[in-house]
């Protein structure tokens, strides 16, 4: 069966390549301007090899040339195909390599006559449908054939498809959506290229068509001054006006952009018309003498030789304003563009119009270089698009297919230590293994073997993980590792992130709450702390050691400015602006395993703790970022700029305890910090003493300068105690009732 299939390609494609041989390959450009009604003159490969035979010398593009030659081997690989018929020493890959260079050649061909020759948009509505057969059936056997090899590189890996179909039925399994590596790099560089070549297209054809354009224009606008000038200066003299025009008849021939004609077209109305005194209510005469024409008369259409007088107003306007200047009269029945200039006799009372000279462009003329570059960059797009295809079909196969085999080991290695761990597999060295067949020398051939080294190290532990093991584990963590020690607490919590993570999808919410985390947890690390733990937006951090104090404010201070660079991003980008409460206290504490036989965690309880906790929660009361208890000052010894906040009692307590607020370290503070203190200080001592005047002028004072909002609540309280006084005996203690 595969032997009559072989059989039948080389037949069909020997048949095929003799057949492209007859058929037109192209066409010649049109002749502009030219009829609406001509069709292009189509040309196969043969009638330019016949041309050759003949002398004749078919193009001047000498690459385009080569490329024909070339395509002779249309019917040697017609022959060629043939012959391998009855030679079986011949293979299929052979003749898969001698087609697919022929067919390359003849794209290419194809190709390079289209950019060369296509100069109007008329060239492709009235091309030879034959000739579009001959390169869309080209192009299908080009991608079958690139299609096929690929595809037969691919099945020749039996063991990666064997992978691939069980990893497949494991996702179906699970019901989970799966977009695999492949895919993703297929997309991801495809799109990367499509978005590239779409702006590079875009902006090299705007800023050509706007050169083109100008350039253009410039020309027309001059050429019709110049007919309007020269009618001027000859004052309407026959002569020297019917000479110019006969040279403007011989250069047009020789042009680039020849135009189809220039027209003057005046009017025998003898009222002075001065273009100075000419407004919307002046009603101008019809202009309807076809005084004279660099075309044939007898052809011009009858409603081309006269202007209205409603359109020689419009025209007047233009020239007045001078958007004549900027853009022709577009014509988009007729598709044409004029450009168009008063004619005009210079009198001592102003330019008396005459009437108008006409510069007539057909606009595929016009545009026709335009054009030709639209052709050339979409050609070479969409080439560079399918050579990218095909590229990154063959990249993502050569990342993926390790990446494949990698993925299959290791879920099997996974199925293999689900089901010990279940109890349902042996407990043993030689349960579970792990197949490192990946060749790569690269990051994923690394990774297979870090992954085979960490199942090694599984199952070296696997003989010892045993139900007897854990239970005493569990005793013993409980027994032995719990102790007191003197430790310092800094707890964070991000103001608001419950309602900035509502209507966020949960992965946003998630990337959103690690980059902070993440960034708290390595200023903390660097301070010389340990993490405890994360309660969603809360960070749990204690220090030990005799710095322990002041490496936890350093780590505050640190992490108070972290925010603040987070913040200027959020102001430029938009995005959310986040904020941090701090609260540090210090302490003894029991440190050791807590939690159930089944589920153990290290960590600290005690007094201490909880007032640290409650110590960042009391920032909401003040308005402030970071808090430190009074054990945490006296610790400090004058190195950080501290202010005495309040004296309090937090929920739960019914000691009170001395805050204060860490406004800077004291080589970094600046006159303004010390300013702050003292003022605010002032005002609280103050406030103590129920001398509400004095107190309310330094938090006054603070508010107006610094818009301290600290100060802006004691200016609440003094505002309420002034209508209900506080008792005999107040000692200044402030009760705060939120956590």
Aim: charge should be positive; hydrophobic fraction near 40%.
């Amino acid at each position: 069966m595969n032997n009559i299939k072989a059989l039948c390609f080389r037949i069909f494609s020997a048949l095929y390549l003799g057949a492209l041989f007859f058929l037109p390959i192209s066409a010649l450009p049109l002749s502009l301007p030219s009829d609406k009604a001509s069709i292009p003159q189509t040309f196969s490969v043969l009638s330019f090899a016949a041309g050759l035979l003949k002398g004749k010398e078919l193009f001047q593009n000498f690459p385009l040339t080569i490329l024909l030659l070339c395509l002779l081997l249309l019917p040697a690989g017609s022959v060629f195909l043939i012959i391998s018929l009855f030679l079986k020493k011949i293979s299929r890959k052979i003749c898969l390599i001698v087609i697919f260079i022929i067919i390359s050649l003849y794209l290419v061909t194809s190709v390079a006559c289209m950019i060369e020759f296509a100069n109007t948009i008329r060239w492709f509505l009235k091309l030879n449908p034959l000739v579009y057969f001959c390169a869309l059936s080209a192009l299908f056997c080009h991608v079958g054939i690139t299609g096929f090899v690929i595809n037969f590189y691919r099945t020749r890996r039996s063991r990666m498809n064997d992978l691939i179909r069980q990893t497949q039925k494991s996702r179906n399994s699970k019901k989970k959506l799966f977009v695999s590596i492949r895919t993703k790099v297929l997309v991801t560089i495809l799109s990367t290229i499509i978005v590239i070549l779409s702006a590079f297209t875009f902006f090299i054809l705007r800023d050509y068509h706007s050169m083109i354009t100008e350039s253009v224009s410039n020309t027309g606008r001059a050429q019709a001054e110049q007919a309007a000038a020269v009618y001027d200066s000859a004052d309407g003299m026959n002569d020297k006006i019917s000479k110019f025009f006969d040279e403007q008849r011989e250069s047009n021939k020789y042009s680039n952009t020849p135009y189809e004609r220039i027209d003057i077209i005046i009017t025998n109305d003898s009222t002075p018309y001065y273009i100075e005194n000419i407004d919307s209510s002046v009603k101008l005469p019809d202009y309807d003498v076809f005084a004279y024409t660099t075309g044939n008369p007898g052809k011009v259409p009858e409603d081309e030789k006269s202007i209205s007088s409603e359109k020689a107003l419009e025209y007047v306007k233009r020239y007045q304003n001078g958007s004549y200047r900027k853009e022709p009269v577009y014509d988009k029945v007729k598709k044409t563009c004029l450009y168009i200039h008063p004619v005009t006799f210079s009198r001592k009372a102003g330019q008396r119009i005459k009437g108008f000279s006409i510069v007539r462009y057909r606009t595929e003329i016009l545009m026709k270089a335009y054009f030709q570059t639209q052709v050339f960059v979409f050609t070479l797009s969409a080439i560079f698009l399918y050579i990218v295809i095909i590229i990154t079909v063959l990249l993502s196969d050569f990342i993926a297919t390790p990446l494949i085999y990698l993925r299959a080991n290791v879920h099997e290695s996974t199925n293999q230590l689900s089901s010990i761990l279940s109890g349902g597999g042996k407990v043993g060295y030689e349960s579970l293994a792990f197949n490192d067949d990946i060749k790569s020398r690269d990051e994923i051939g690394e990774l297979s073997v870090e992954i085979k080294d960490l199942v090694s190290l599984i199952r070296g532990v696997i003989p010892y993980l045993s139900n007897s093991t854990l239970k005493y584990a569990d005793r013993e963590a409980a027994s032995k590792l719990s102790v007191t020690k003197e430790l310092c607490f800094l707890f964070t919590d991000i103001r608001g992130f419950t309602s900035m993570c509502e209507g966020r999808p949960a992965k946003d919410v998630v990337s959103l709450l690690n980059h902070y985390l993440d960034l708290e947890s390595e200023i903390i690390i660097k301070n010389h702390g340990d993490i405890d733990k994360f309660v969603g937006d809360e960070v749990m951090a204690f220090f030990a050691g005799p710095r322990k104090e002041y490496n936890a404010c350093k780590a505050a201070m640190e992490i108070r400015a972290a925010m603040r660079e987070a913040q200027k991003a959020s102001l430029k980008d938009g995005s959310d602006y986040v904020s941090m409460g701090i609260g540090i206290n210090s302490g003894k504490v029991t440190f050791g395993s807590v939690g159930s036989k089944n589920r153990m965690d290290f960590t600290s309880i005690g007094d201490a703790v909880n007032l640290a906790a409650r110590l960042e929660g009391v920032n909401k009361a003040y308005g402030s970022k970071a808090i430190i208890s009074e054990a945490v000052f006296e610790k400090l010894n004058g190195a950080f700029i501290c202010r005495e906040l309040d004296y309090i009692t937090v929920k739960g307590k019914t000691e009170p305890v001395r805050i204060y607020e860490i406004l800077q370290k004291k080589e970094d503070a600046s006159l303004k910090i010390y300013d702050i203190r003292d003022k605010f200080e002032s005002g609280l001592n103050a406030y103590r003493r129920q001398n509400w005047d004095k107190a309310e002028a330094s938090f006054k004072e603070c508010v107006s300068l610094y818009n301290d909002m600290p100060s802006i609540i004691f200016l609440d309280r003094i505002r309420h105690f002034r209508k209900s006084p506080p008792e005999k005996n107040w000692d200044g203690v402030f009760n705060i009732k939120i956590k």
